[in-house]
């Protein structure tokens, strides 16, 4: 029984950390927003809940490890749409391939973008700014699967 225990509570604290992280959200508000105490227990015993698949009151390791593979799964998903989003955004032609010519032109874009000056060159700081600035953005507006930002100047 006290396995029982310890798989639960871990199970709990597994929700109780996912839950930290999602913020409530109402259809005309999104972002964080205030919550009672309630409203979050309330969230965690249906998360937790949901992990008891054979509904008999308790979480154990076989059922934890499910959760994990599901949630493991849906972030291979996520990963491989981003991904695809990333690749089409560079095929700018619609080829189903990407070439040199349009994976120069989109970084080259993203780099005059940095340039906050206009003056051709990217400084450190602009580097910084420009990096902060496109967190997040680049999985949509265009970074390729496996590419990184490398400090570059133009001239």
């Known amino acids: 029984m006290s396995t029982r225990i310890l798989v639960l509570s871990a199970a709990a604290l597994i929700a109780l950390g996912v839950n930290a992280a999602e ?7 999104v972002g964080p927003q205030a919550q009672t105490i309630e409203q979050a227990r309330s969230r965690i015993n249906n998360d937790v809940s949901a992990m008891d698949l054979n509904r008999d009151g308790f979480i154990d390791a076989n059922e934890l490890s499910a959760r ?6 849906e ?9 695809q989003q990333r690749f089409a955004a560079f095929d700018t032609d619609g080829d189903g391939k ?4 349009e994976v120069t032109a989109a970084r080259t874009a993203r780099l005059q973008a940095m340039d906050a000056d206009g003056d051709g060159t990217i400084t450190p700081q602009e580097f910084r700014q420009g990096r902060r600035g496109m967190r997040g953005k ?3 507006a265009g970074m390729p699967v496996g590419a990184s930002m490398h400090e570059e100047r133009i001239h």
């Open 138 to 140: 680049h999985h949509r």
């Open 98 to 101: 990407v070439s040199v010519v």
């Open 75 to 83: 972030r291979q998903r996520r990963r491989a749409e981003r991904a």
């Open 68 to 73: 994990r593979d599901q949630r493991k799964a």
């Open 23 to 29: 913020p409530v959200t109402s259809p005309a508000k």
